[in-house]
């Protein structure tokens, strides 16, 4: 008994000397993900703010790392399963659009094409993306915490049964400087990811306007953004006619 009671009092002396905390201490150390979710929904303008936003229309120019063509880029979202892209360079353009599940894909209006398999979830992953941060309070139940490092938290948001989402979180401000996209079914596709900086507010929400854009590792572009609006309507709602691929 004796013994026991002088273990204990060597237990209880080195923790209190920064030893060996006992692990409740360690464990009340590390947020929740509901807490980081939180953090970063503050962060962004609090939620009363983000949820008054329905849909975003964003421009900006596009920077392709291949060839270095500058093209323009417009974005219509609304939610994470509907959004609507038009990347237009001098001479040729794309639309993709993402509609509940569905997406599409074409140089212009007219020869847009059913897309199946792994870049329709490349595009539903595209969704996501764009619906940043909003989507992490739509998908509490399906987030978890991976970890924290180098001053960055990150989530693992499931879309679906093979597509995830990684948001790397920044510890200092809350603000999600990357993401990263896989499709478990297929490694391959595993490796999109977009780095996000020069952070602003747009209506008291905040907004990234820079980002760089990676696949398998290699650097494929920088973006630009130019101008956010919420809740556009009428024209403003829907992606201007492309000139490139016309």
Same mark, same amino acid.
């Given at each position: ?7 204990? %009092?060597? $237990? &209880?002396?080195? +923790? ?19 807490? /980081?979710? *939180?953090?970063? %929904?503050?962060?962004?303008?609090? !939620?009363?703010?983000?949820? +008054?936003?329905?849909?975003? =229309?964003?421009?900006?120019? %596009?920077?392709?790392?291949? *060839? ?6 417009? =974005? /219509?979202?609304?939610? #994470? #399963?509907?959004?609507? /892209? !038009? ?5 040729? +353009? ?18 847009? #094409?059913?897309?199946?398999?792994? &870049?329709?979830?490349?595009?539903? !992953? ?5 619906? &940043? ?31 995830? %989402?990684?948001?790397? $979180? *920044? ?6 400087? @990357? ?6 079914? !297929? ?14 507010? $747009? ?11 990676? #696949? ?19 024209? @403003? ?10």
């Amino acid at each position: 008994m004796r013994d026991e009671t002088i273990l204990a %009092l060597c $237990v &209880l002396t080195a +923790s209190a000397a920064g030893y060996g905390p006992p692990e409740r201490l360690l464990a009340q150390s590390e947020p929740s993900a509901a807490e /980081v979710i *939180d953090r970063v %929904l503050q962060a962004y303008g609090g !939620l009363p703010a983000l949820r +008054s936003v329905e849909s975003y =229309r964003q421009e900006g120019m %596009l920077v392709a790392s291949r *060839d270095g063509a500058h093209g323009r880029v417009y =974005r /219509v979202s609304r939610g #994470a #399963a509907r959004l609507s /892209v !038009l990347v237009d360079y001098p001479g040729r +353009s794309e639309i993709r659009l993402l509609e509940d599940g569905s997406a599409w894909r074409g140089v212009d209006i007219e020869s847009l #094409a059913d897309v199946e398999g792994p &870049l329709r979830g490349a595009m539903v !992953l595209q969704g996501a993306r764009a619906n &940043l941060p909003w989507l992490l309070d739509d998908f509490r139940d399906a987030t978890t915490l991976e970890g924290a490092t180098e001053g960055r938290t990150a989530l693992v948001v499931r879309i679906a049964d093979d597509l995830i %989402l990684r948001v790397f $979180v *920044d510890d200092e401000t809350g603000h999600i400087v @990357r993401s990263e996209s896989e499709l478990e079914s !297929l490694p391959g596709m595993a490796g999109f990811a977009t780095d996000y900086s020069d952070f602003r507010l $747009v209506e008291d929400i905040l907004v990234a306007f820079h980002e760089e854009t990676f #696949a398998s590792g290699y650097h494929t572009a920088t973006t630009l953004i130019e101008s956010v609006e919420f809740n556009p309507v009428g024209g @403003r709602a829907r992606l201007p006619m492309p000139q490139g691929g016309r």
